[in-house]
């Protein structure tokens, strides 16, 4: 049990709420986390003292709030351990980050018959950008399959890639199973045929260390609402000299170096990624997540998770009916379950009577559930606010759930 | 009896239960009761969309009344369907387009009625609406 954890639950405020009459238990981290007061904070301040529009203002508010906006850069490029800041761009999230690249990347290289590995895991953010592109330039989805238990079948995969893969773009933890990929050897066997990798980092960035360069994949993205920033913000990770070599996504102030009604050229790194007026306010209260991680052992926290989940995955297997969905031995604190007979709409709402946050349905992996035979699942999410007294809580209200939908 | 007559009564039935439990397991109940919808029925044209279970939805004219019948893969959101065929069904289409439906905050079950896609109450109704005004 991770020490301190009553202090822990304290630094977010909307622990402290009731719902419908009882303690809220939130397990659906893997939708978003909560935020600490310190993120909610920066966010107020941010307003209330910094704020001006950035890179361009010759005064004293500007300034401020680019230094703050640039800190926030330096962080994520230490947390992910890219090389430059260059190598950071600022996205509302993984679903804009994978855009970009389908869209300057892809656009440029993709070509007629070329193909893009995806696996049968995917998150729908991971599969419809690639499918737009692959549709106007002729190129293939090709889908890695996957066992009953949830895991990639790598023998599969391995058979899969040839000369005309162009792309893996592969989730790094399942949203809906919580298997973890074995990525690692996903990147070194793509780049063995040429291809490069994007790794969705949405659900493995606030549970795993993330090291670009130990994995050498080249684009990573994660979300910041997921790793207990505000929403709307998140980044992308790319080798520098592809980003070199990549168009611009989006047109307007900020991207460019020169203007003409003749032609324009862009600005450098990051910057060429990032036109318009960015998110400055959540960008600058992204640094205050990581630096609330910071202050925790975050070693210890990922063995807390892993308790929760080894713990919440025993006491559901005592209720008759339950089935595990996602069995893979590598998984994130991600606890996916149908009961037999049971709608998994129907247990959302009983639990949500009882003050349990839990999410049910496809998760926005229809093609996984296809593949499992399933409308859906229930998901529980644990993360590093979250206690065994609350799974035991959990675990009381599923089965007075079943008993009134039997 | 009128829309509002058995939005009424069914407030008064619900006033009964003091416990959420109570309420949910007699809105289950009531579910269960639902006259069942033929197989043949239950083709995708006829499913309400915006709902995450599937709900199909029936509707005939009959003498200038619009008869729903209609079933659901879930429980609780057949429960909510039969009080929407409680209210809806064997009224006239002007009635069913045009009815203010205050009976789902008075028995405590107005966060169905969010926008959500968790059971999707508030596309049925809409659903229901259509149907009504395209039988007029």
């Known amino acids: 049990m991770l020490a301190h954890i009553d202090q822990i639950r304290a630094d977010f405020p909307i622990l402290q709420s009731r719902v419908h009459g009882k303690p809220l238990i939130y397990f659906d981290n893997a939708a978003t986390s909560q935020k600490p007061k310190t993120v909610i904070d920066a966010l107020t301040t941010y307003y209330q003292q910094s704020n001006a529009n950035i890179h361009r203002g010759a005064h004293y508010l500007a300034a401020k709030a680019t230094g703050e906006y640039e800190a926030t850069r330096e962080t994520v490029r230490a947390f992910l351990n890219a090389r430059t800041e260059r190598e950071v761009i600022f996205t509302r999230g993984v679903t804009e980050a994978v855009n970009l690249v389908a869209q300057t990347w892809g656009r440029q290289v993709l070509k007629q018959d070329d193909e893009i590995l995806l696996s049968a895991m995917e998150h729908h953010s991971n599969i419809v950008p690639w499918q737009l592109i692959a549709q106007e330039k002729g190129a293939k989805i090709v889908v890695i399959p996957i066992t009953e238990a949830g895991e990639l079948r790598m023998d599969e995969f391995t058979k899969l890639l040839s000369e005309k893969t162009k792309l893996v773009s592969i989730v790094h933890a399942s949203n809906a199973l919580g298997t973890i990929n074995p990525v690692k050897d996903i990147i070194r066997q793509a780049h063995a045929v040429g291809a490069k990798v994007f790794l969705d980092g949405a659900q493995s960035a606030v549970h795993l260390p993330i090291d670009v360069q130990a994995l050498d994949c080249d684009f990573f993205a994660f979300s910041g609402h997921k790793v207990y920033a505000p929403t709307g913000i998140g980044a992308l990770y790319g080798k520098e000299a592809l980003l070199e070599s990549m168009p611009p996504y989006h047109g307007g102030g900020e991207m460019i170096k020169d203007v003409d009604f003749e032609g324009s050229t862009y600005n450098e790194l990051p910057y060429k990624f990032e036109a318009g007026t960015p998110n400055i306010a959540d960008v600058i209260a992204f640094k205050a997540a990581f630096d609330y991680l910071q202050t925790l052992d975050r070693e210890a926290i990922a063995l807390h998770e892993q308790d929760l989940l080894a713990y919440a995955t025993e006491a559901i297997q005592t209720i008759e009916g339950v089935r595990l969905i996602g069995t893979a031995p590598e998984k994130m604190s991600v606890l996916s379950f149908v009961l037999e007979g049971i709608h998994h709409g129907d247990i959302g709402t009983l639990l949500d009577m009882q003050g349990i946050a839990v999410r049910t349905g496809h998760h926005c992996a229809q093609p996984l559930m296809k593949r499992l035979g399933l409308s859906g699942t229930v998901r529980a999410s644990f993360a590093l606010y979250n206690t065994k007294e609350e799974i035991d809580v959990f675990i009381t209200a599923l089965r007075k759930a079943q008993k009134m939908l039997i | ?136």
Request: charged content about 25%; aromatic content about 6%.
């Open chain 2, 1 to 136: 009896m009128s829309i509002n007559e058995i939005q009424n009564e069914i407030i008064e039935e619900f006033e009964l239960f003091d416990e959420w439990e109570d309420r949910y397991t007699h809105l289950i109940e009531l579910g269960k009761k639902l006259p069942i919808l033929p197989e043949e029925h239950k083709t995708p044209d006829r499913i309400v969309k915006g709902c995450q279970s599937s709900v199909w939805l029936l509707p005939t004219l009959q003498a200038g009344k619009v008869v729903f019948q209609a079933d659901s893969d879930a429980m609780i959101v057949k429960g909510l369907v039969s009080l929407l065929v409680r209210i809806l069904s064997e009224q006239t289409p002007q009635d069913i387009a045009t009815a203010e439906l205050y009976m789902f905050e008075k028995i405590g079950m107005t966060q169905h009625l969010s926008m959500t896609r968790a059971n999707g109450l508030a596309s049925m109704i809409k659903q229901m609406r259509m149907y009504a005004i395209a039988l007029s």
